[in-house]
């Protein structure tokens, strides 16, 4: 949603791009549509800048550019995308050497050279694509992947829940379609079970932004991303915290929690669970000992664990 309000300004002032017999030397198209039957592409470029003769696609992002070894670089989806239009202007006769990527979150330009290896690799990847969709083989969905969570097509792909069906569900009938025909079928490691019932007057803590951290300042948890404090939650409102995926928490956090008895639950980017961290119970031995000394309770533990094991 954010990226198609930043988008509006440019969709609003759509502008046609001058022919190649008839280019000025200076333009600002927007909101450009081209296509090519030779790769069966299209593309909708945001800007395009022209000096000079040459052509040079500009596109809008949301986020903020890859910290590389070398420097500001493009992640591999932008720049496969923006090859794509200089791919596209080239093949419509405009002379177009280069691209770039604006990225809104920084305010920042970065620019890739369209040279001949990258220009190879993405026409591959819409070969690949086209292959792809010919044939209907789905490939299988990442595992556990940070990019999931950021990704616009996660609520289509839903790559935990396809798994879990695809280790779960029986195997198809011969006059069936399956979805996923050419992935094995895999035993489930764990049941999916509920994991700690909240009390109704408190709430649960939920962090799934990836990088953050959870420091403490008293009696209060403050999140922070980098320097700059984003949250603060009272340890005595919140009934556990769960952690989903690259969350940093503190010593003295996770101490103060356990000292109040709020338990801390670790989960996967995609939201599978891997542990939890609580503090000592308040139930003593001798309370214990009294329970199982009653007539029946050792029985009806018995014929508890003979139901839930069915």
Not at 20 to 43: F, G
Request: hydrophobic share 35%.
């Amino acid at each position: 949603m954010e990226g198609a309000i930043q988008h509006r300004r440019v969709d609003e002032k759509a502008t046609p791009l001058p022919e190649t017999t008839d280019l000025p030397q200076s333009i600002h198209a927007r909101s450009v549509t081209l296509t090519r039957e030779r790769l069966r592409v299209i593309a909708k470029l945001d800007l395009v800048e022209a000096e000079g003769g040459f052509v040079t696609p500009v596109d809008y992002k949301h986020g903020r550019p890859r910290d590389g070894p070398n420097g500001l670089e493009l992640w591999p989806s932008d720049r496969a995308q923006l090859a794509v239009q200089g791919i596209i202007l080239r093949d419509n006769g405009y002379r177009c050497e280069e691209g770039i990527v604006y990225y809104r979150r920084t305010g920042q330009r970065v620019r890739v050279a369209f040279d001949d290896e990258l220009v190879t690799a993405t026409e591959v990847l819409i070969r690949e694509a086209w292959s792809t969709a010919e044939t209907g083989q789905i490939p299988p969905p990442l595992v556990d992947s940070p990019k999931c969570p950021g990704c616009s097509l996660v609520g289509i792909c839903l790559p935990d829940e396809t798994l879990a069906s695809i280790a779960a569900e029986p195997e198809a009938e011969p006059q069936q379609l399956g979805l996923f025909e050419t992935l094995p079928r895999k035993p489930m490691k764990r049941a999916v079970r509920a994991l700690v019932t909240p009390r109704s007057e408190l709430r649960p803590l939920y962090l799934n932004s990836q990088g953050v951290r959870v420091g403490k300042s008293g009696a209060v948890l403050q999140v922070r991303e980098e320097k700059a404090l984003l949250q603060e939650v009272r340890i005595g409102e919140i009934c556990q915290v769960s952690l989903m995926g690259n969350v940093q928490i503190s010593t003295q956090a996770v101490q103060a929690l356990c000292e109040a008895e709020v338990p801390i639950c670790y989960f996967s980017t995609g939201g599978w669970f891997y542990g939890i961290t609580m503090g000592l119970n308040q139930k003593n031995v001798f309370l214990r000992r009294s329970q199982y000394r009653l007539p029946g309770f050792h029985d009806a533990l018995i014929e508890r664990e003979r139901r839930r094991d069915g």
